[in-house]
């Protein structure tokens, strides 16, 4: 049986592959399987049926991705996100940024950088920073691993790194952020 894979914009978590089933679900819109940034079908879809999924998809902040350089933005930032959050195996967890991304996107890195560049206006290291302080945030505000825990699991190369990265992203020092807690916290689609 041949699939046909969509591609969607803003899924970066467990709980958006669970929301996009339950839209293909209602719409009864056969699936195979839906990971992060993809729906494969296991048919080919109907203009009609495109229209209420596009309509559905946006309800949630979701969107259909119908070109190639929106699919590729698309994944670089999955990847980054991924590799940012420390959600990769160990033997991918060693990895340079550059490597890993070459690796996944067969492409030369220079390429990848200049073209996330061009379409995003920011660099693809400044995004990867970004992902990491946001899971940095997120750590603070749970309250169950110290500065240092953080530091160890999110792989920084010491705690004054981590700390100094923080505050020059957020402004605050990550002791102080644990003090005023989740309102200084973004959606990771607005990171």
Do not use: W
């Amino acid at each position: 049986m041949e699939t046909f894979t969509l591609f969607v914009k803003n899924m970066v978590c467990r709980r958006c592959i669970l929301a996009v089933e339950d839209v293909l679900r209602n719409l009864k819109i056969p699936f195979q399987q839906v990971i992060i940034g993809e729906i494969h079908l296991t048919g080919k879809l109907l203009s009609p049926l495109t229209e209420s999924l596009t309509e559905n998809l946006t309800k949630i902040g979701l969107e259909l991705i119908d070109n190639k350089t929106s699919r590729t933005i698309e994944r670089i930032k999955q990847l980054v996100i991924k590799k940012a959050r420390n959600e990769v195996d160990e033997k991918v967890s060693k990895m340079k940024l550059s490597a890993y991304l070459s690796y996944h996107l067969h492409n030369e890195y220079t390429y990848l950088s200049g073209f996330f560049s061009s379409a995003e206006g920011r660099t693809i290291e400044s995004y990867f920073i970004e992902q990491r302080v946001e899971k940095v945030k997120e750590l603070l505000v749970y309250k169950e691993m110290s500065l240092s825990e953080i530091a160890f699991e999110l792989e920084y190369s010491s705690v004054a790194h981590l700390s100094n990265q923080f505050k020059k992203i957020t402004g605050l020092t990550p002791s102080h952020f644990r003090q005023v807690g989740s309102q200084k916290r973004k959606l990771l689609d607005q990171v």
